[in-house]
């Protein structure tokens, strides 16, 4: 058995976890982009409103279903900021998949991004 077997399952609230990811965005990039099984996209987006300066994120799928966007709008926290209590974005085969997000931003537009995708 190797140990990447030791744990079989992670459960938080009855929900499975099936990723937990951390990625470093460099200030040039403003997105990230997933492809999901079955073919379809899911974005997450970082936006700076200069009129509107509170944080805010917005969740929006595509006009043809084929896309799923995520906005974190003036995510520019050091300490970081996000949402623990996951909320539904996918769904594929009769399960739904939730997601939390948690954005520490470095410098200017720097950021970790660390989020778990859980499902029922």
Do not use: A, C, H
């Amino acid at each position: 058995m190797s140990k990447e077997n030791v744990v079989k399952e992670i459960t938080i609230n009855n929900k499975i976890i099936v990723l937990t990811q951390t990625i470093l965005v460099p200030n040039i990039s403003s997105s990230i982009n997933f492809k999901m099984i079955d073919d379809k996209f899911f974005y997450i987006r970082f936006k700076n409103d200069s009129k509107n300066k509170t944080s805010r994120y917005e969740g929006n799928p595509s006009d043809d279903g084929q896309s799923y966007t995520l906005s974190f709008i003036n995510f520019n926290n050091s300490l970081g900021e996000g949402f623990f209590e996951p909320f539904d974005f996918y769904n594929v085969d009769g399960l739904q998949y939730y997601i939390n997000v948690w954005v520490q931003s470095v410098n200017e537009n720097n950021r970790i991004i660390t989020f778990n995708i859980v499902r029922d």
